[in-house]
């Protein structure tokens, strides 16, 4: 009998550890010959070949361990018990340095998918098939659905879901139905309970019930650089007529940038003043926009707080939404298609006063020498009344106007009220020549006589400016000046304006305010053509806003998004699909997701197989292997990593003193902060200095941070608000030291006044700073050094590969923090990063080539993206330059629309259709594995192509090895307008793989050790004419060195085992606890299989006083053997085990293996948890021991 297997060990000190015990039986005795008694080491039987596991096996996923052993491969375990046997060291080496405590564990959601008691939400799934998937059958016959067979079958659906709902309704009168889906997926969402479900599971249209899974959201300089700006402007596509869909928390779209008025007024009259506010559930004739053409609120404003409450109005108040679609389809400011109008009100005795266009507010409670920003209109004829603020009359200005697109207007209310009128100015905004500030004066003051305006002790640069006159612009070399208004032809200084700082590249306006005679004289500035954050990727593209995700909170509803997924496959909801959008944005996702038992990864599934792109954040949860989530794991998806800006720039803090850990730390500059303009050397101190305020989110007193910089620790409070009360303190900079393993990255603005530059350390290196504050730390800042972050990953961007099926996730990156636009700003921009900006980088990108060539189907244009993509992408930064990133971190590399546009070659899967050749995981237990894929490769040009085909590693250590061998063919042809294919090859020595060594516990979150295990690189092709139109598919293979363990005599006393592999195995036996049949597998988006339990053991070790407590105690390992193999530790599922120790019927401890931070997946490393179910305490000792 052959049997591999995959476990988990769960050690608990009364230790739960993930080995890999062969089988499960009574322990065996401690003999001088076994100082382990039970576990043995087998070697590796030595020659070539061994057998490799047959289909039906279990799979394999032992611990690698070394051991010399003088005899043959066979060795055995004779079944009898015996207790006192030591310690194994892999136990020790698995203890934790520190134990990690939780006092009150059951306050913590374990996790929905356990829940079996009280109402929840759940999606359940009919047996009749969707409008998506009969189209999509039928495509596969090579036939058409017409429009009214589509509205046929989505009344067959709704009959279906009418049966289904009576009966939930008959059984749950209090059951709450959120909606149904019957485009995307047949699927009824609804709130009901355990028992309930599992009546109506009994309905023979009932397929699935599954528990809704909820998700979190997880310019002008990136547009260029990835090479939109040429497209836009050299090739003359800009997205138009393209059909973009952002599910997100909705879209501003009263904001001047996504086409609206671009006033704070707008936007009020648009969402109201509160949450509460019925403007925003209702669009009140102010949606749709030209630009936001359609959308729906699927969530409200209260959820998750409160009920889901959909609406036919989405806007932002959140603002990730309105951040994404600016980045997508943005258009620029000044719009040389629309007009852009303000208002300066410089009547001295005047009242607060409201602006009227055309009737409707423009401008409200506008007071004297205020300066409003601009609105932005369409081009026209417009009425402009001025009347006192909150009333309609009296009107004390009327002007009508005609505004021009492209051209910008200044409206002013001058003279005093009696003789009130306005003055209306043409602008010119228009960039100054290079190093200087464009400059004009607008006289205001009505008693004041002409004036010259002056530099203190240098040349007059307005002359004889009369009241109600205008100084012409006039370019001043950029600086600081000490200026001065007197009467006109004299000396005599009527207003001093000291210290005016005048910004290259900027215009601005000077206003002379306010009466002479009453002392009030006075100056305003405004700065006219301030950063806009530039054009969106495809600013022709239409906008769908579809709201999924909260306003006050990160989640994004499980059950909006299959509504969402169905209303944009349908949007006007008369059940033909011909009117779906065209492509899909998604910055958000689940941390570890599976494509495959997750609802909304099918409904992106059916989505593309009616030709909607689906393109989706990676996530960033860090360089951590398998962390990449759903729905960017979905294989038809299109996953997004996030690189850094090109202008992007990492700062190091050097540590001075103590000698002990001086040297250059990496240290992530947040952009909201004030930047480093000069070195800061300084003594460092954390938090308050006294154990105190380590987090910073406590203000700290006045001046008691002077002179020092302050590390303060990531959590419980915004990053912003933290380094804002260090700034408030008196501290020079902050820094936020990490507390758990990944990269610094640039964090959010949540608030505040962050006007100190602020940083952020890993986990590591502030530990290590800590570990020396007794001796006194000083470090230095310098603004010069540190390392340009062009073509590098951003820490914070998640790796793949993607969960079970092991496939290359992300395939893509692009760079994030984008400057766009600003919730109910009207025309605010500021950063905004992470993968949620990369994603719709790539989403924009794509609407290009989709008006460029709107008959490629997705595949296609996934493909020429990825084909083209900047390979050379450094993981890391460092000194000496850095790692590559591996492609299971950056896919194909770095977004480059022109190429993509201009490349008269695509390649890709020829049989899944991704852009990317994945080779999965593969357990290799003989020294020959081969594994085959063949390449598309479509020729669009007219001409025929002979393409050089060669295959190259990612890595020199890893073609070094020779474990793994690609081969490809020399050349491919590939007629003119017309598809080549050709053969890679891969072939997998298992002896010369390194031995195995990632695991889910110490190592779970450890990039590298994912990297050292894997396999990657590029195929390359090249047109062996003249070298050009090179383009790339990446490839991975994931291999283990595998033992192949075979059993014999398993009925007798003695057991024979024997391992015909490559790799040595470890076997280990259990005392029996209990065992479970192998239940079937389910569907796609059924959310089975989960890992199935199979074998349960135990063992006990005592352990000295020291080890565990002070006292001697003993540990109890499980080993949990499942029928499937579970990738990491951390999901789909954990492990619980409840313990009654004193046999009264009680359960009185519950085992369990989570994460390291028990209530999410935060932290990456998986441990066992030891929860005191009368206490409510929870303590973890030990990693969980899975490989």
């Given amino acids: 009998m052959r049997r591999t297997i995959l476990n988990l060990l769960l050690v608990s000190a009364l230790v739960l550890s993930m080995v890999t015990p062969l089988f499960a039986q009574d322990q065996t005795p401690d003999t001088p010959d076994n100082p382990f008694p039970n576990r043995i080491y087998l070697p590796a039987v030595s020659g070539s070949g061994g057998a490799q596991a047959s289909d039906e096996d279990e799979d394999l996923s032992p611990p690698v361990t070394v051991v010399e052993v003088d005899a043959e491969s066979v060795g055995g375990v004779t079944a009898s018990a015996q207790p006192a046997r030591p310690l194994p060291a892999w136990i020790a080496a698995a203890k934790l340095n520190a134990s990690v405590e939780i006092p009150d ?119 260029p650089y990835i090479g939109a700006g040429i497209v836009q402007n050299a090739f003359g596509f800009d997205g138009t007529g393209v059909k973009v869909a952002v599910l997100d928390s909705g879209v501003d779209y009263t904001h001047a940038k996504l086409g609206g008025a671009g006033t704070l007024e707008a936007y009020r009259a648009a969402y109201g003043v509160d949450p509460n506010d019925p403007a925003n559930k209702q669009r009140n004739g102010l949606f749709p926009t030209e630009k ?109 106007l005609t505004l021009e697109a492209g051209k910008e207007y200044t409206v002013i209310a001058k003279d005093l009220l009696a003789s009130i009128g306005a003055l209306v100015l043409v602008d010119d905004n228009s960039a100054p020549a290079t190093g200087n500030a464009h400059v004009r004066f607008v006289h205001l003051s009505p008693d004041a006589p002409a004036v010259d305006v002056a530099v203190a002790g240098g040349p007059v640069l307005f002359a004889n400016v009369a009241f109600g006159e205008v100084g012409a612009y006039t370019p001043v070399p950029a600086g600081r000046y000490d200026l001065e208004v007197r009467l006109a032809g004299t000396t005599t200084v009527v207003l001093s304006l000291p210290d005016v700082r005048l910004a290259a590249g900027r215009v601005y306006t000077a206003y002379a305010f306010g009466l002479v005679g009453d002392g009030s004289l006075t100056a305003g500035f405004s700065v006219d053509n301030s950063d806009q954050g530039g054009v969106g990727v495809a600013p022709g593209a239409s906008l769908y806003a579809v709201k999924v995700c909260a306003s006050t909170s990160p989640a994004c509803s499980g059950v ?36 495959f038992d997750d609802d909304l990864s099918q409904a992106v599934e059916h989505a593309s197989a ?52 001086a040297g250059a730390y990496q240290a992530v500059f947040q952009p909201w902060s004030a930047p480093l303009t000069s070195v800061i050397e300084a003594p460092l101190q954390y938090g308050d200095g006294a154990g105190g305020n380590l987090l910073g989110c406590n203000s700290f007193p006045a001046g008691s941070l002077a002179g020092r910089v302050v590390l303060v620790d990531r959590g419980a409070c915004a990053f912003s608000i933290k380094i804002s009360n260090i700034a408030a303190g008196g501290g020079l900079a902050g820094i936020i030291g990490l507390v758990a393993p990944g990269e610094p990255f640039e964090g959010g603005f949540g608030g505040g006044n962050p006007d100190v530059p602020g940083f952020m350390i890993s986990q590591a290196d502030a530990n290590r700073i800590k570990s020396a504050l007794a001796a006194g730390v000083v470090v230095r800042l310098d603004p010069t050094f540190g390392i340009p972050l062009v073509r590098h990953m951003v820490g914070s961007s998640s790796r793949g590969p993607a969960m079970s099926d092991n496939i290359i996730k992300p395939e893509i990156g692009a760079p994030g923090a984008s400057v766009s636009a600003v919730v109910g700003t009207g025309t605010g921009v500021e950063p905004f990063g992470g993968t949620s900006g990369a994603a719709p980088m790539v989403s924009g990108a794509a609407a290009l080539l989709k008006q460029a060539y709107p008959h490629r189907t997705i595949h296609e244009l996934k493909a020429a993206l990825v084909s083209t993509a900047e390979t050379n992408i450094r993981n890391r930064p460092a000194l000496d330059g850095g790692p590559l990133a591996p492609i299971t971190r950056i896919g194909g590399g ?97 002896a010369k793989l390194r031995n195995w060594n990632l695991n889910s516990g110490a190592l779970g979150a450890d990039g590298d050790a994912l990297t050292v295990m894997e396999y990657d690189g590029y195929i390359y092709m090249t047109d062996v ?47 029996l606890i209990g065992a479970n049949y192998n239940l079937p597998e389910g569907g796609p988006g059924e959310q089975n299989p989960r890992p199935d339990f199979h074998y349960l053991g135990y063992a006990t070790y005592p352990v000295p006083a020291g080890f565990c407590s002070a006292n001697p105690s003993f540990i109890l390992a499980f080993a949990v053997n499942t029928w499937e193999r579970q990738t990491h530790a951390n999901a789909p599922l954990s492990v619980e085990i409840f313990l009654d120790t004193n046999r009264d019927g009680q359960d009185d401890y519950l085992v369990l293996n989570r994460d390291l931070t028990l209530n999410n997946l935060t932290d990456g490393r998986n441990v066992t948890w030891v929860a005191n179910l009368r206490t409510g305490a929870a303590n973890a000792f030990f990693f969980t021991d899975h490989y």
Avoid: C
């Fill in 105 to 223: 564990f059951n306050q913590l959601k374990l996790s929905p998918a356990l829940a079996t008691e009280g109402a929840q939400d759940v999606i359940i799934r009919l047996s009749q098939p969707s409008v998506s998937e009969v189209i999509a059958a039928a495509a596969v016959r090579g036939a058409a659905v017409s429009s009214a067979e589509q509205v046929a079958q989505a009344l067959a659906v709704e009959q279906q879901q009418a049966g289904v709902l009576a009966e939930l309704q008959q059984l749950d009168p209090n059951a709450v139905v959120w909606g149904t889906t019957r485009v995307a997926l047949n699927a009824v969402l609804a709130n009901t309970t355990y028992d309930v479900l599992k009546e109506l599971a009994k309905n023979p249209a009932v397929v699935a019930v599954r528990p809704v899974k909820n998700y979190e959201r997880d310019l002008s300089e990136t547009v």
């Fill in 1025 to 1071: 004419t003249d070298g050009a139109n090179r383009i790339q598919i990446p490839w991975q293979v994931l291999p283990r060195k595998a033992a192949d363990v075979t059993l014999r005599n398993l009925k007798g006393a003695d057991v024979q085992v024997r391992n015909r592999g490559v790799a040595t195995a470890t076997v280990e036996s259990y005392s």
């Fill in 610 to 661: 009616l030709g909607v792109l689906t393109v989706a954040s990676a996530g960033n949860s860090s360089d951590k292997p398998y962390v990449t989530g759903t729905p960017a794991a979905t294989p038809s998806a299109l996953s997004v990593a996030q690189t850094n800006v090109p202008s992007a720039f990492l700062p190091f803090l050097q540590v001075l003193q103590p000698a002990s850990i």
């Fill in 894 to 990: 770095e977004v480059r629309v022109d190429r993509a546009l201009t490349s008269p070659l695509v390649a890709y899967d020829a049989e899944t259709g991704a852009p990317t050749l994945s080779f999965a995981f593969h357990e290799v237990s003989q020294t020959k594995l081969r594994l085959s894929k063949w390449v598309a490769v479509r020729n669009y040009s007219l001409k025929n192509m002979k393409l050089r085909v060669s295959a190259d590693f990612r890595f020199a250590d890893d073609a070094a090895n020779g474990a793994v061998t690609v081969r490809v063919p020399r050349t491919v042809d590939v007629r003119a307008n017309d598809w080549g294919y050709f053969e890679v090859r891969i072939e997998i020595d298992g």
């Fill in 292 to 400: 936001v053409v359609e959308g729906f609120d699927f969530v409200g404003e209260a959820w998750p707080n409160g009920p889901l409450a959909p609406d036919d109005d989405p806007i932002d108040f959140d603002g990730h939404g309105t951040h994404v679609a600016d980045i997508i389809a943005g258009l620029p400011l000044p719009d040389p298609s629309r007009a852009r109008v303000r208002v300066v009100h410089a009547s001295p005795d005047a009242p607060s006063v409201d602006v009227l266009v055309n009737d409707g507010l423009a401008f409200a409670d506008v007071a004297f020498q205020e300066i409003t920003g601009y609105a932005t209109l369409p081009p026209g004829d417009y009425n402009v009344k001025v009347v006192p603020a909150g009333a309609t009359t009296p009107v004390v200005i009327e002007a009508n």
């Fill in 560 to 595: 909006a998004l299959i509504q969402a997924m169905d209303y944009i496959l349908d949007p006007n909801g008369d059940s033909d699909t011909s009117d779906r959008v065209d492509i899909v944005n998604m910055s958000l996702g689940a941390l570890y997701g599976q494509s």
